[in-house]
C-alpha cells in the first residue's frame, strides 16, 4: 500500500513538473516524425497480465523494399537519439504508473513474445508491477546480457523495500545524467531475446554491487 501511494504522488508531480518539457517534445516529434507522436505497445505487466505502455516515439516508420521494418539503427532519428540517451522518450510512463499498470520502481516492462521463452526463474520478473527504472536499469541497463539484466529483476523481487526503491530512483538519476549504459554494443538498444539461456557473468546481486558497473 505505501508503495503504490508513493507511485502516485510521484507520478502525479513528475506530469505537472515535467508538462512543459513533455509539450514541447510532443510538438517536436509531430513536427520531426509526424503522427502519432507516442509510441504504443502492449506489454506484459503484474503476474504477465498484458497492458498498454505509452512513450514518446523515437523511430520512424521506414521499411525495406519487402515492406519490413529497418532495423532500429536506421530508422531512430536525431531527436529520438537524444530523448533516449536522456531519457526523455519514457516521460509518458508515469502515466502508466497513476492508472496502476506500471510502478516507479520494478522490473522493465518487455515484449510480449519474450513471455514463453523466460525459464521459470526468470518469469519471477512479473511478480512485481513493472518499473520505469529498475535494479537491472542501475547495474547496467542495456550494456549487461539478458542473463544478467533477469537475475537482476529476480533479486530485486527478492530484496524489494522502500530503501532499496530509493536508493534505486537516485542511482537512476545518476544514470540519466552521465547518460551511461544506453545501448548493447552494435545495437541501438538490445539485441532480440531469443530464450536461449545466458548465464549471468556476477552472482552477487546484493546492495554492495557495484551500480556503476
Known sequence: MLKRLIDISGASIALIVFSPIMAFIAWKVARTMGKPVFFRQVRPGLNGKP?????FRTMRDAKDANDNPLPDGERITPFGNFMR???LDELPEFWNVLKGDMSLVGSRPLLMEYLP????????????????????QVNGRNAISWGDKF??????????SLWLDIKILFLTVKKVLFKEDISADN????????????????DDYSNNHDCSS
Open 85 to 87: 540517451r536522456t531519457s
Open 51 to 55: 497492458f498498454t505502455m505509452v512513450k
Open 117 to 136: 521463452l523466460y525459464t521459470p526463474e526468470q518469469a519471477r520478473r512479473h511478480e512485481v508491477r513493472p518499473g520505469i527504472t529498475g535494479w537491472a
Open 187 to 202: 545495437h541501438a538498444t538490445m539485441p532480440f531475446f531469443e530464450g536461449r539461456y545466458q548465464p549471468a557473468k556476477n
Open 151 to 160: 537475475k537482476l529483476d529476480v533479486w530485486y523481487v527478492d530484496n524489494q
